[in-house]
């Protein structure tokens, strides 16, 4: 586990360095590259039954400009349960805002509960190709290239019926010039998605495996979505990453050092000359998100 006063001063340090340094060209290049996902303040983002709680100070709007006004990061990817409203007054209020920030959605996460392509209701399947379709119209509006679809469970005698829906949306999405994209949930055995905070610890229940994924998106024809941590062990993750970023625009990148080496993460991008997105997840969450996403940022700067 990372003690957290040592966390905390060596993001302080490394950000000293990284301030510096961004006034370079080679820097603001590599931050063109940098985005950050509005996951990453979850626990404080006004979204949910309880948005309106003293602990949920930030909102969606104000978004674009607190992570452009802080870090200098104009590349945005949104949780589509952050957005308040999808009324067309709403969205377009927020699309103002991305513009006054000179910033950008990169992809809209969708998280739709039971609406994914692993149910085993055709109805229901139905329902999530229709409500999947409704988000790319947004993704649409707001200029967002991608969305990422959230693929359920993918239990073996699901996956077939999963990639017929996903080639639905697919096909809708293509229409729209949107891209759609499926990260991998490969977690380690018994891993606790909270190695910094105690705060809110979570285990996510075994899932399908990084191979798994790759048949689906092959199949599917849409794109993969890295993401560095969720592998269960490091000769895992050099292999899927090696396959993954080849198929990729986009991928989410954190900082675990007592479960990977992150410089070696981007290396392996690099060798397969993945030209996309370093989209900051800053995980384990934390009801003080403020200085891991600084910690990524510092790594990101520091080995692209």
Do not use: C
Not at 49 to 68: C, G, K, S, V, Y
């Amino acid at each position: 586990m990372i003690n957290r006063r040592e966390f905390l001063i060596g993001s302080a340090v490394l950000a000293g360095a990284a301030a510096r340094s961004w006034g370079h060209t080679a820097d603001r290049g590599k931050m063109n590259r940098v985005a950050v996902m509005s996951y990453s303040f979850d626990l404080i983002m006004k979204s949910g039954r309880d948005a309106d709680a003293p602990q949920r100070t930030l909102d969606i709007l104000d978004f674009p400009d607190e992570m452009a006004q802080r870090y200098g990061i104009h590349n945005l990817e949104i949780q589509q349960e952050h957005l308040r409203s999808t009324e067309p007054d709403y969205l377009a209020d927020f699309k103002n805002r991305l513009t006054k920030a000179q910033s950008r959605v990169t992809q809209l996460v969708l998280e739709l509960g039971a609406h994914n392509i692993s149910t085993t209701d055709p109805g229901v399947r139905a329902e999530t190709i229709a409500l999947t379709n409704q988000w790319i119209d947004r993704a649409v509006f707001l200029s967002a290239p991608r969305v990422m679809i959230n693929q359920g469970t993918l239990a073996p005698e699901v996956r077939t019926t999963a990639a017929e829906t996903l080639k639905a949306i697919k096909a809708y999405a293509d229409a729209k010039k949107v891209m759609v994209t499926v990260e991998n949930r490969d977690d380690p055995p018994g891993y606790v998605w909270s190695t910094v905070s105690a705060a809110a610890p979570t285990e996510r229940p075994p899932q399908h495996t990084w191979e798994d994924e790759v048949q689906l998106i092959r199949a599917a024809g849409v794109w993969a979505n890295p993401d560095v941590a969720s592998f269960p062990d490091n000769a895992a993750r050099e292999a899927g990453l090696r396959v993954m970023y080849a198929m990729a625009t986009s991928s989410h990148f954190k900082y675990m050092p007592n479960l990977f080496d992150s410089a070696r993460v981007i290396q392996i991008s690099k060798e397969v000359g993945y030209k996309g997105f370093y989209s900051i997840e800053a995980e384990p969450l934390t009801p003080h998100p403020y200085p891991f996403v600084q910690t990524i940022l510092d790594v990101l700067l520091q080995n692209l």
